[in-house]
């Protein structure tokens, strides 16, 4: 199965097999299937268990009188993500050799099954593979042909990281958009609903970033949307009731807002609905809520969403665990469940958007409303598999989001709510640079956070030495008041920025092989302007096969719009990230180099790919930072040898790792 992406889910003949048994209403011989789609009765068997396995349900029944499809409405959801496109961009050839291997957990492919598919020749397919080894060498995976066939050799961590960026590329068609909201939720006025939004969380001073803004916009318009088409939801339960007083007070002044500008009423159970919603996007921390959720939804709810967190995570490698996800999509699924109950289903106006712009995500939802109609034996349509498909998406994207964060965690004893008061003001000030990932109230219970952190803001004296799991160094630890915290935030932007600093110079040390070699360094004092730099240094890229033919074209294009020299040192880049390996080619005169009207005496020409791009900001900023020393570019115009200059770059991080320490 393809799609407008590049995605993969089955055999183009395994889709021809499910839409042929889509015509009958009874077994078919395998046999009979065999002759009308030209293929033998061994590959009818090996189809109906390739099919059956990429979901972990029988889609499709086998009896002594052949096979049948298995709930019509089922394996519908399965039709509906199909497409006849065939990908056509090495990006996109690419993507589907890595998901056909690592999604699908196959341990090898034909390369004529590829050629196939693929609509390309034997070579063309060896040339993708030998290219696929560059592009994506930083992730230290190895695809190779063996026996005609193609595998993946590598760690699991490093298939899981590949698999990340390619849902990460697939879902960059952000559903996150007013413009896109405004599109699909055309009866209700989204800026009002925005503006309620804004005014009611900035009266009681609660932080909200651009994200969680528009998670809770979209989530909100699911409901007055709901509301306004007669599709309230309620299971008979009572009322959970909240205990901290600035919250109800806040709950009960936005659902008065919503309930006059919308004209609707929303009841007990939709209030602690949104009640949820409001804690996990002000990134609030939900423990003490944890008991509520559990009272309205119950236990077999909370034990099935971890079914599927580890399913999912299982099966596709993608992370659903946590709380920020967890909580809402439980209250979702609670919902969808009353919902499929009554047959009062919630049509989904994007759904049509997301199956098409994210077919991986929207297929990680098909997964589990299979299970759900074969478990609770309900119905379960292509709106509300959209809607499951919308929950996945905005955390895959959250996360993604708080890549470039620094996680940081609050201990502070449980008292007056401080740590949600210490909470909302870090985030208020810096939530462009941090990702909150909790709060302790004792330093023992630091294991207990859902992700590794690398700052420690602490109200009390830590006694022991806690491990920064990223780095497996000491962790930041930063002493604060719970008292007149605006008065310190020179201090806590201080351990911000060194934290970064930290995390850049990392990258570049871990980095440096990666992007660096001998065969990309020069030392010539015969080069003696920018014309003689650039093809000799795109030409040792080109040799190395890391760069096409055009990239020395792409460079001038940049270096025409605006000069890339600073002091003594020149940074040339394309302005696309086309490169085929992500590579670093370096120039040194000790001479000096025209470069228009500077003189410099270092050459650093980027081939970047966009699958590097992340880490490559990092380590480019962590070379910025170095090359702003004028120590340091004395010592490298000195460099005779590829050696000398890594060995300058390792001592200039090592002294500032001792900085850090002092």
């Known amino acids: 199965m393809f799609t407008k992406e590049g995605d993969i889910v089955m055999k183009k003949k395994e889709q021809e097999l499910l839409n042929y048994l889509s015509e009958f209403s009874k077994p078919i ?77 196959s341990a090898q492919i034909e390369i004529f099954d590829l050629c196939d598919s693929l609509c390309v020749s034997y070579s063309t397919v060896k040339s993708i593979i030998s290219k696929m080894n560059k592009t994506y060498s930083s992730y230290n995976l190895e695809f190779y042909c063996e026996h005609d066939c193609v595998r993946i050799k590598g760690d699991e961590i490093n298939k899981r990281k590949l698999l990340s960026y390619v849902i990460n590329e697939e879902s960059k068609s952000s559903i996150m958009n007013v413009d896109v909201l405004k599109n699909n939720f055309a009866s209700i006025d989204v800026e009002k609903l925005q503006n309620i939004i804004f005014n009611t969380f900035k009266k009681y001073n609660y932080y909200l970033n651009d994200f969680s803004s528009m998670n809770l916009l979209l989530h909100l318009l699911i409901i007055v949307d709901r509301e306004l088409n007669g599709n309230e939801l309620n299971d008979g339960r009572n009322e959970v009731s909240i205990d901290n007083q600035v919250e109800l007070n806040f709950l009960n002044e936005f659902i008065e807002q919503l309930e006059t500008t919308f004209t609707i009423s929303i009841n007990k159970y939709e209030r602690f609905e949104i009640y949820m919603l409001f804690k996990t996007n002000a990134n609030f921390s939900i423990e003490d809520s944890s008991k509520k959720l559990k009272e309205l939804v119950g236990d077999n709810i909370i034990q099935l969403i971890d079914e599927y967190v580890e399913d999912i995570n299982n099966i596709y490698m993608v992370d659903l665990s946590s709380k920020t996800f967890k909580t809402p999509f439980t209250l979702h699924l609670k919902n969808l469940l009353l919902r499929a109950e009554s047959g009062k289903y919630t049509s989904n106006p994007m759904a049509e958007t997301i199956k098409n712009n994210s077919p991986l995500i929207f297929d990680i939802a098909i997964y589990i409303s299979l299970d759900l109609a074969e478990r609770f034996s309900i119905k379960i349509n292509e709106d509300e598999t959209a809607f499951l498909a919308m929950h996945i998406g905005s955390e895959i994207e959250r996360q993604a989001d708080n890549k470039d964060k620094i996680p940081v965690a609050i201990l502070c004893p449980n ?35 859902d992700n590794p952190v690398s700052i420690l803001f602490t109200t009390i004296p830590v006694t022991n030495k806690i491990m920064n799991t990223y780095s497996n160094e000491p962790l930041d630890v930063v002493l604060i008041s719970p008292l007149n915290l605006k008065s310190q935030f020179s ?81 040339p880049h394309s302005v696309e990230m086309n490169a085929i390996k992500t590579s670093i080619a370096v120039a040194i005169s000790k001479e000096g180099i025209q470069w228009n009207s500077n003189i410099v005496h270092i050459v650093l020409l980027l081939a970047i790919n966009k699958a590097d791009r992340r880490s490559f900001r990092a380590l480019y900023e962590s070379l910025i930072s170095l090359f702003s020393e004028d120590k340091v570019i004395q010592e490298i115009r000195n460099c005779t040898s590829f050696d000398e200059f890594k060995s300058v770059i390792y001592s200039a991080l090592g002294e500032k790792e001792n900085d850090y320490e002092s």
């Open 29 to 105: 011989r395998s046999a009979e299937i065999a002759n009308a789609l030209n293929i033998s009765v061994r590959s009818v068997k090996n189809y109906v268990h390739n099919i059956n396995s990429l979901y972990g349900k029988n889609i499709i029944l086998s009896s002594r009188s052949g096979y049948e499809l298995n709930l019509q409405n089922n394996y519908s959801l399965v039709l509906t993500n199909s497409s006849d496109y065939i990908p056509q961009t090495l990006e996109e050839r690419s993507f589907f050799i890595i998901k056909q291997l690592v999604l699908n957990h």
């Open 415 to 449: 008292y007056h709510n401080m740590a949600d008061q210490i909470m909302n003001s870090l985030m208020l000030n810096f939530g462009n640079q941090l990702n909150m990932v909790g709060s302790i109230h004792n330093e023992n219970d630091f294991n207990t956070l």
């Open 491 to 571: 201090i806590i932007q201080n351990a911000i920025l060194q934290a970064q600093e930290k995390y850049r110079d990392r990258k570049l040390k871990v980095k440096f092989n990666d992007f660096f070699e001998p065969n990309l360094f020069i030392v010539d004092s015969k080069l003696k302007n920018k014309k003689q730099v650039l093809a000799k240094l795109c030409d040792c890229l080109l040799v190395q096969n890391y760069v096409d033919t055009n990239f020395e074209e792409s460079i001038y294009k940049r270096e025409n719009a605006a000069g890339t020299a600073f002091g003594n040192v020149a940074i």
